[in-house]
């Protein structure tokens, strides 16, 4: 996160690596406070499990 006062000048104020940026999306906040949190318990146990491409859904048939 950047901040640019009246004079113009730039500061940088904030920073994350891996997490740190929960605050900024609620519905994993919240997660996090429910017993089993995320339950990242996929192949890469992290939050983009469950993404998949176009085509790696089942067909609806």
Do not use: C
Not at 2 to 20: C, D, L, M, P, V
Not at 42 to 49: A, Q, T, V
Not at 51 to 61: L, N
């Amino acid at each position: 996160m950047f901040y640019q006062n009246a004079k113009g000048e730039i500061f940088h104020t904030y920073s994350t690596y891996g997490r740190g940026d929960e605050l900024v999306d609620s519905a994993y906040m919240l997660l996090d406070m429910t017993p089993k949190g995320r339950n990242e318990t996929g192949p890469h146990h992290n939050l983009m499990d469950w993404v998949k491409r176009h085509d790696e859904y089942e067909s609806a048939r």
